[in-house]
DNA sequence: TGATTCTTTGCAACCGGTTGCAAAATTGCC
DNA sequence: GGCAATTTTGCAACCGGTTGCAAAGAATCA
């Protein structure tokens, strides 16, 4: 089955290092014999064995994508960008789902296991613990949507959470809402922290606006429905900034059930942008997360960190932007 | 960094062999060097370089999982118990994102590059003759969400489409519907065709029922309100089989759109039961496809043809069934 | 043409493991 | 304890490539 370098050597009539040379970028063979070698392996239908030449070269050009995120419909755009962006560079992703794992050491030994030239981490969820055990274990890595710090221990890619939330409580306040509230994913999650950090310095300055802080237990379509049902029997905000999409599109399907209406009754803003808040149906306003250029410079980061790894770490933030729909009320 | 086999061999005072037997099932290794070696392996932090055991063994436990679905939100779902499915019997996804091909010889090429174990097509718009390439390579292989064949010619597991087009044309007579129509996906992709035939096939018995077809130019929510809008100018059915869920989404933002209401005016009936679906917000009647099971069949399948190459190709379909929501309006 | 330099080539060792085989060690049995 | 049967062990070859090195060949120049 296996075509090997030695069948396209023999019926090449030259030496293995001969057809390895003319596989490999920059190396030096005669024209003359790389179209002998070239001929030979089409007619023997050769492709070279990557596995094996990573155990010279140390280079398999495999990347982790660790990911805990599979019931955010954002990331089926997160994954489309990071497949088809490895993939345009060469490289081959090498899925890690860790939604039922809460111990980096098992990933960790996966890596080394299959040698990844890198790793990447595409979680809002994960603790920045989980990118630093795999820099623990020498391999480059990226954490993907992250969480900002000052002094970054490993890369990060993402955005600035915490003027998302103040961006959030802007647009909150430059409609004239008296009453706004944050209604956050798990308060643990280290996102979540931020945003209502944001959030609540923004309305700081404006003491005449009441505040109000809740959680829903995910980042889930039911938790957001059912923190908002629990907020409608009390005494509800004019305006949410729901901490994503998917726990907006529960908040206002709870408003809905209520009889209420969205925005006339009650405002809301997301935080993603998924594709889903574009459907007219859904029409969400919400602060978008530009997950293209992050997942670009992940990759960008990811590579150079594999090419230099004394390389220092380096966190990249991308600034976000309301995008105005039609859930919360017209500026005045 | 890496720490070898020859190291441990080393530290542990035996020969290279006996830690590699250590680490392999089933090998002839006495207790006392076993533990020798065990002691040796844990002080160093040595793990087994699964690339390098793969040249000599032949098997790589890498599962290439080919997809071109990244904008259907249930294939969200679909890669979640996937990557679960593969890890948890130690296999690896190595995943191709084939949005932007069409040809399957790169993607051959790449599987044999990284001496993929097996492949899994998952997509239900992919012609079988990409999963016979993998086969006329040598590379077991799986159709995920395939069209069914009387004679296949590689392992296919899925639905059958066509029941589930009559399924869908029953539920609408059921409910007393005189005008129906078919709303499916583009009309080159077999798994519309065959869902149209079912449809069509169950209305033939009721020559009373007034049925038409028409075709969205893709699976996607814009598609389905750009043809759900086109039906509205002129003279629309009373109810809809959509191809999709989202096709069936985009329907209903279409309907509601024009100020019509969903299943009071119109009816709607999906097909794949997405998570999105039971939100209460879209509370969408559809037909289940019952992903975890073609799943789980579908990676039995793939390990069943690894380890057994001559194994004969197999079909195996799976019965779906309607999901009672509120876009169709009630039985009588 | 011959000396010198640069390019191309093959040899052989190596990457990190596995495995058939024969020798060594252990066990069982009388 | 002695012998045969069984288990454990290490040697060495091999998996499919890469690469440093020295020799061979080609090109350059006087």
Not at 266 to 291: E, F, Y
Request: net charge neutral; proline share 5%.
């Amino acid at each position: 089955m296996g075509v090997t370098l030695k069948d396209v050597a023999e019926r090449a009539g030259v030496s293995t290092s001969a057809v390895s040379r003319t596989f490999t970028e920059g190396a030096s063979v005669s024209t003359k014999t790389r179209a002998k070698v070239e001929k030979a392996a089409l007619a023997l239908g050769y492709s070279p064995n990557a596995l094996a030449s990573s155990l010279t070269t140390g280079r398999t050009k495999l990347i982790g994508l660790v990911s805990n995120n599979f019931h955010n419909p954002l990331f089926l755009e997160v994954f489309d960008l990071f497949t088809r962006g490895l993939q345009d560079r060469g490289l081959r992703p090498l899925l890690v789902n860790l939604t039922s794992e809460i111990d980096p050491v098992n990933s960790v030994r996966m890596m080394r296991t299959y040698s990844v030239d890198g790793a990447i981490v595409a979680s809002s969820t994960l603790p920045p613990t989980f990118a630093e055990a795999y820099r623990d274990a020498g391999i480059p890595v990226v954490h993907s949507f992250g969480r900002y710090t000052t002094a970054p221990q490993v890369n990060i890619v993402g955005i600035d959470n915490v003027a998302c939330g103040r961006m959030a409580g802007e647009a909150l306040i430059s409609r004239g809402y008296k009453r706004v509230a944050f209604l956050g994913g798990p308060e643990r999650a280290t996102s979540t922290q931020d945003r209502a950090l944001g959030f609540l310095g923004a309305l700081l300055e404006h003491p005449e606006i009441e505040v109000s802080v809740s959680y829903a237990s995910a980042y889930s379509f039911d938790a957001g429905r059912v923190e908002m049902t629990k907020q409608l029997m009390q005494d509800p905000a004019e305006a949410y900034f729901c901490g994503d999409d998917v726990l907006s599109i529960g908040a206002i399907s709870a408003i809905k059930e209520a009889g209420l209406r969205c925005p006339e009754d009650i405002g809301i803003i997301g935080l993603n942008d998924m594709q889903m808040a574009a459907w007219q149906l859904i029409n969400l306003t919400t602060i978008r997360q530009p997950v293209a250029e992050i997942i670009g410079a992940s990759i960008d980061l990811v590579v150079a960190t594999v090419e230099n790894p004394k390389r220092h770490p380096e966190t990249r933030l991308f600034p976000c932007r309301v995008i105005e729909r039609g859930t919360l009320r017209p500026k005045p």
